[in-house]
């Protein structure tokens, strides 16, 4: 079965430090990747997504994701981190069903803070 | 730009009642989904939605649980008797198409507290 898996619920890091969040997604077939984000009282907001295309995937407010087949990894990425990045971070992998609709696992999220 | 909408943010209701979770979908989207997050778990699966019928439904999703479309933008989640346990937050999703590196966009969600 596909699953993702998150390492570190809470990550804390200064402003203007590299944000390092980690992803690993255990799949039977070339996966379909997706980082979502949810700031306080709000939805969860697509970060970026990887299809396959390129391993490199560059995503909104700076982040960028790199997809590693040997590492099984999809670790989310910012050079410098800013206080308004504070909120909790998914990483998701796309299910498809027998019937051909898709569904999405989530890891277990990780709250970033961000201090000054 | 176009989003999910979700009413009530916050609902309390005692054990045993039932309540309706509700959803305005992006209005040209097809595919309807719901989603839950118990405090301090993951976001799970409950229950996908396409042209009026259930697609897929996870084993949470078990009969005190439905959905419906009920007119052409409202999509609902209803709990017939709830539970202690079904406290948690449930987010709707909607999506265009249902591929695999679809894009679902999700709404801020409603905090359901079962006393």
């Known amino acids: 079965a596909q699953s993702v898996t998150q390492l570190g619920s809470h990550v804390s890091v200064s402003e203007g430090a590299l944000v390092l969040l980690r992803c690993n997604y255990s799949s039977s077939v070339p996966p379909y990747l997706f980082w979502y984000v949810q700031y306080p009282n709000q939805g969860l907001q697509l970060l970026l997504k990887?299809?396959?295309?390129?391993?490199l995937v560059k995503g909104i407010n700076g982040f960028e994701a790199e997809f590693k087949k040997s590492e099984t990894s999809f670790h989310l990425t910012k050079p410098s981190a800013h206080m308004s990045d504070a909120a909790e971070y998914f990483c998701?992998?796309?299910?498809?069903?027998?019937?051909?609709?898709?569904?999405?696992?989530f890891g277990a999220g990780t709250r970033l803070a961000v201090h000054p | 730009e176009p989003e999910v909408t979700q009413t009530p943010s916050h609902q309390v209701t005692q054990m045993g009642q039932e309540v309706i979770l509700r959803c305005v979908p992006i209005s040209n989207h097809l595919y309807f989904y719901w989603y839950r997050q118990i405090l301090g778990q993951k976001v799970e699966f409950l229950v996908s939605?396409?042209?009026?019928?259930?697609?897929?439904k996870s084993e949470i999703f078990d009969d005190q649980f439905s959905v419906e479309r009920p007119d052409g933008s409202n999509f609902t989640l209803k709990i017939r008797s709830t539970k202690l346990e079904d406290s948690a937050m449930y987010f709707c999703?909607?999506?265009?198409?249902?591929?695999?590196?679809?894009?679902?966009?999700f709404g801020a969600g409603t905090r359901l507290s079962v006393l």
């Open positions: 990887y299809t396959s295309a390129a391993t």
């Open positions: 999703a909607s999506s265009y198409t249902s591929g695999g590196g679809d894009i679902q966009y």
């Open positions: 939605f396409y042209n009026n019928e259930i697609s897929e």
């Open positions: 998701a992998v796309s299910v498809l069903s027998s019937g051909g609709y898709n569904k999405l696992i």
